[in-house]
């Protein structure tokens, strides 16, 4: 069986995919979200209005298509992103018309009436709970393009163009090009060693290193940005992680590669004198910095060298990177992540310390008279589970 800590590589890359998997939301939540927008569906389905006879789809777009979900930080409301797709030509029809559409079959039901928002260019719907909907109307280009969208422009009186499947499939056959998540190779082994505890979901090993890049990047934006302005958007993150992946098979060494180029490129574009442009990867004509300011340029540079920093101090041993962990990602999120780790994996290694304290965090732990630290005699040690931390 592998021991885990000793290798600290093996180690750090576990925690990382721990950490990661803390953050995301969790499939209850998830499934909630699709019984909600499939709900949606259904009531559209059958108006005998405006969308009596269209064909249309309701789906998901963003992190929840891509399968980078990461938690609000402080229990902010987690904003679901999707799509309603007409499925006929938008020169057939006005932004207002689509828009009111929507908002007058929403409003016909009881319930919806009374958690509908309307905001410049989609619904949003409040749900009593821990997320909210916006829903984006939608017409397709042309009858022969079924995945490129027009989508209203927030004065709802024009069009500007949209492909969310196709920016999602993008992302994921880069993602999936990798031949195997270093992890992946050891997933049986240590879902093996997690007998004594609650088992890790097996997609913690086998989700793939872009998409753990793409989490752990979007929580230290949240941490970065929670006191700064102009916040760096999660398309902008998915896009240069993307662009920049190089199929590592290890989230950390995907993480490093990914801003480190980010980094170089926008000390490039400076020296040069140019301007450091992200374009959308499947619609060229957008890019996605052209309203930038100089202000949203330095508040970006300074997110991307802070992370950069930060990251650097993990290269080595937890002993020197504690802190650095913490301010990456939370303490409350990085110390559960720890002590989940030492507990399922002190039993199986030979490293002394590791196993004490693996015994105690687990909160299973004797005292002999003799001091040693031991699973079946001696004095009870009391609960060590202060996580502590505010994320």
Partial sequence: MVDIFNNYFLQREELLARIAQELQLDNTRLQRMESAYNAVSD?????????????IEVYAQGSKRIGATVRPINDADFDLDVVLHIYDPFYRHSPSEIYNALVT???????????????????RLNYKSDFHMDILPACMTNVSEKE?????????????SGNPKGFANWFLNIANSVKE?????????????????ERLPEEAYLKTPLQRVVQLLKRYRDIYFEKRDYPVSSIVITTLA????????????AMDNIVSTIKTGYLDSIRTNRRFKIFNPV??????????????????YGFVEDFHKKWQNLKHSFETSGND??????EGVYKKSLNEQFKNFSHSTKDSLAKSSGLIAANIAFT????NINSTNGYKNGNHHNFGGKY
């Avoid at 490129?148 to 069009?159: G, R, S, T, V």
């Avoid at 992890?183 to 007998?195: C, D, K, P, S, T």
Wanted: proline content about 4%; overall charge negative; hydrophobic content about 40%.
């Fill in 368 to 371: 002999a008279p003799n001091g």
């Fill in 148 to 160: 490129m969208i027009m989508i209203p422009e927030k004065a709802l009186q024009n069009w500007s």
């Fill in 181 to 197: 998540p270093l992890l992946g190779r050891y997933a049986n082994v240590l879902l093996e060693a997690q007998i004594e505890t």
């Fill in 43 to 55: 009531l559209l389905k059958k108006d005998k209005d405006f969308f009596d006879g269209l064909v």
């Fill in 325 to 330: 962990y913490i301010e990456l990602f939370g």
């Fill in 105 to 123: 079959a929403l409003e016909k039901d009881v319930y919806y009436r009374t958690i509908l928002e309307k905001k410049k260019r989609c619904v």
């Fill in 283 to 300: 619609n060229p004509q957008e890019d996605f910095t052209d309203s930038w300011t100089s202000a949203h340029y330095r508040s970006f």
């Fill in 242 to 253: 993307a662009h920049f992946y190089s199929a590592e098979n290890s989230i950390f060494e």
